[in-house]
């Protein structure tokens, strides 16, 4: 195994605020979130305006990071990436799904996001087998 990349994103919150307040946040949700992300997004309720951008907010930078981890071997776009921050056992460490893996693209995602007040620190490494 060798290291393909490593992405680094930060992000203030506020900007993913404003980005949802111009176009309107289930647009933007659109636009940036996988299927399995939309859906997720869709259920945290709308009084929860905070949960929701911060949701949002986190899948920005790791994907921002993942782009910047891969490219110029990969041009993914926004939808080709699913971040689950939280395994379905609770036990192990977030993941980042490539949707666009083939024989050519055997690559590794490590994905780790911090939070600290309105900011976000996402950073991404890839690995080749």
């Known amino acids: 195994m060798g290291i393909l990349g490593i992405g680094v994103d930060i992000l203030h919150m506020p900007r993913i ?25 869709q259920a945290i309720p709308l009084a929860e305006e905070a949960r929701r951008t911060r949701y ?12 910047k981890a891969v490219y ?14 939280l395994s379905s056992d609770g ?6 799904e490539y949707h666009i893996k083939s024989q050519d693209t055997p690559w590794l995602f490590h994905a780790s996001v911090s939070h600290d007040g309105n900011y976000i620190f996402a950073t991404v490494l890839v690995e080749t087998s």
């Open 17 to 41: 605020a404003r980005l949802m307040e111009r176009r309107s946040p289930a647009k933007f949700a659109q636009r940036i979130l996988s299927g399995k992300e939309l859906s997720f997004w």
């Open 56 to 67: 949002l907010a986190v899948r920005w930078a790791i994907k921002e990071a993942a782009y």
């Open 72 to 85: 110029p071997m990969a041009r993914p776009t926004w939808k080709d990436f699913t971040f689950h921050s």
């Open 91 to 96: 036990l192990r460490k977030p993941t980042l």
